[in-house]
């Protein structure tokens, strides 16, 4: 009754097409709804779907239960027009009779429309931006094309039996009028007779109805194989769409990796094909183009519902373990016995390309690379989970120029030989993950997402693997910053046009650029290969820890709009210069891979004003003390940009006071501390580190890296 009180309030707010394509007045009026709405809401309806006979006698007693209420909720009804209404449709619904299936899935289709126009706000239903829902709405409609399909079926069962029927009665009025021939010869009958001539007539007329339904049967058969094409097609085209989607869920857009739907919708059309199958052999004559049509889709059906449900990690470090799960949306069809098992590979990009597996020229050495497709009754699902993957060691291509390791992309293969009940060959299927990154060591990591995430951003659905361009405009580089940046932070706080415009003026290098960055075309080379200039560290590099930074300290704080974030220092002078002295903003460090630095406006000597800039923040300070009490500590910044007091602005993040420890110890705590330009002079020198053993090879080993012998050449081999 809940779901029918707010449709009721929101009927009046759609336009009268909607409503009346909602509630079709010939099979289930807007009356019904109204009338019997908490019963209905009451009942389980999404289960059921028309190939499922068994399900006859529970749609039939719905049906029935219907009619009844209707009947009598009329005989209560003190109003005459509204019993006559009432009346009048629960008769109509008794067409139902021969069909109660048909009826139940309408009832759920219209149920499921309710949800979708609920979910939806009411302003988009009347207007094209309702288009940017299509999926939720295309999928109801492509469920009742295959329902209507089922239903074609379904004639073409009823017309063979019913040919059955008649063929049976004409073989029978064959029988009969030969047993009067012979009387008919010895009497010397007139064979005109009115008898005779009747029983000729009723075999020519059955014979000409045998073969007019004959001929619709074709007609159908072939109408049903088309319509099976088209609906397979669309299915195929939502299960890329899936794909597509869950591959750029990698950049932060969303994805709903719900497989329920699909699942029933490639059940439904494997029965489909099955029926139509058996029809075929029931004509007792071949028609082998249909025959090769229905095997063709079949076998695309077969080898097109394997689907990475989890995907492996798509930066995946050697020697570590990692898991994925396979799902074969079929599986309730798997002939029972020997049990299914699948098999990862690692295929290089050049396979990828063949779509082939070859045995004998593996790239990797993969461990516990097998699993079993095991079906789970409670979710209806039948997955092959790979729970402890390891990439021994890998095999590399001959790099291009000053291609590194973690530009090479690589992908699992999945592969097994299945059986389908009621199919007589096993079908040999396959399907390869999303592009993945092998590293050997832990600073590979940043490089290789970098790869991943232009590979996932820039690349086209249909595309030969992996190819990419090397160039996008910048437009769409923002996007997929901005995307990926708002789904590591969690927020919902995207980076606005001034972040935008300094992100463009640092990889193009153009800090005095001051117009529209969008239709300029930024490299791979400018995103992650070339080091910025003045700086160590890639464009990306620079980004990610930003990225970082914020996603485990100032997530919070970003979200609130407390961060300006990305602003160069001609722009922040601009917007500092005429504020009062104290005056301060949060903004990413121009300098240092994740830092937060705090510019602020501070007297001069000479009475005037100057911009200050404290040492950025690190991960590590911030670990230590939290930004919020570093901002109270410093007694030089006092209201931020524009005008807010500090203390009502950042006072829910200040820690407080710790009580004085026992045992008569007096009590510490940290502070931080803004150094001025009078100690400048004083301070003393910085000690010189002393030179790492490693520093000649070119890189240096921390704490938490565990490198082997073949880490440490390949590490090499790549900085080579």
Known sequence: MAQWKHMSQMLQCLPSDTVNNLYPSNSFPIEVRHFLAEWIERQIWDNFVLEKVEQESQAQALLDQTISMLQLIAQQNTNVLDQMKLMHISRNMAMFHQQPLQFAVMVRDILAKERVLLDTPIQMHSSPQFQQYPNRESSFNNMQDVDHLVLKVLEVQDIRQAMHELQEELNWERQNYEGLQGPIQQNGLDPTQSEIQKLQNHIQQLEYNVKAMATKRFQLLNGCVDCLDQCQTRLISKLKEWRWDQYKATIGQPFDDNLNLLQTWCEQLLGVNGKLRQELVLIGEPIPELKESLGTLLQVLI??????????????????????????????????????????????????????????????????????????????????????????????????????????????????????????????????????????????????????????????????????????????????????????????????????????????????????????????????????????????????????????????????????????????????????????????????????????????????????????????????????????????????????????????????????????????????????????????????????????????????????????????????
Request: glycine fraction near 6%; aromatic fraction near 10%.
């Open 303 to 720: 080898q097109s519902s394997l689907v990475v449900d989890k995907q492996p990690p798509q930066v995946i470090k050697t020697q570590s373990k990692f898991s994925t799960t396979v799902q074969y949306l079929l599986g309730e069809k798997v002939a029972p016995g020997k049990p299914v098992v699948l098999k990862a590979q690692i295929i290089n990009e050049l396979q990828a390309r063949n779509q082939i597996s070859v045995p004998g020229d593996n790239v990797a050495e993969l461990i516990n690379n097998t699993a079993i497709l095991e079906h789970n009754t409670p979710s209806k699902s039948t997955c092959a989970t790979f729970r402890n993957m390891s990439i021994k060691k890998i095999k590399r291509a001959d790099r291009k120029g000053s291609e590194s390791v973690t530009e090479e992309k690589f992908a699992l293969l999945f592969s097994t030989e299945i059986t389908i009940t009621g199919c007589d060959t096993p079908y040999r299927i396959q399907m390869i993950s999303l592009p993945v990154v092998v590293i050997v060591h832990g600073s590979q990591d940043k490089n290789a997402l970098a790869t991943i995430i232009w590979d996932c951003a820039f690349s086209k659905p249909d595309r030969v693997p992996f190819m990419v361009p090397e160039r996008v405009p910048w437009k769409m580089m923002y996007n997929t910053l901005n995307s990926k940046f708002t789904d590591e932070v969690r927020t919902k706080h995207d980076l606005d046009q001034y972040n935008q415009h300094f992100l463009a003026q640092k990889i193009f290098n153009k800090p005095d650029f001051a117009d529209d960055f969008s239709n300029i075309l930024v490299s791979w080379a400018q995103f992650n290969k070339e080091v910025l200039l003045g700086r160590p560290f890639t464009f990306w590099q620079w980004f990610e820890g930003v990225m970082e930074l914020t996603k485990k300290h100032l997530s919070t704080y970003w979200s609130e709009g407390l961060i300006f974030g990305f602003i160069g220092k001609q722009h922040l002078h601009l917007i500092l210069k005429e504020r009062p002295n104290g005056t301060f903003l949060l903004r990413f460090s121009d300098s240092e891979i994740g830092g937060i630095t705090i510019a602020y406006v501070s007297a001069c000597e000479n009475g005037g004003q100057k911009i200050q800039n404290i040492q950025p923040f690190t991960k590590r300070d911030l670990e230590i003390r939290s930004l919020g009490d570093r901002i109270r500590d410093i007694n030089h910044i006092t209201y931020l940009y524009p005008e807010f007091p500090k203390h009502e602005v950042f006072k829910k993040f200040y820690t407080e006071p710790q009580a004085s420890p026992g045992g008569g110890y007096i009590p510490v705590s940290l502070l931080t501390k803004v150094g001025t330009d009078d100690n400048s002079d004083t301070s003393p020198a910085p000690t010189p580190l002393a030179e790492s053993p490693q520093s000649a090879v070119g890189f240096s080993v921390s704490d938490d890296m565990d490198l082997d012998i073949e880490t440490i050449l390949e590490t090499l081999h790549q900085e080579d």
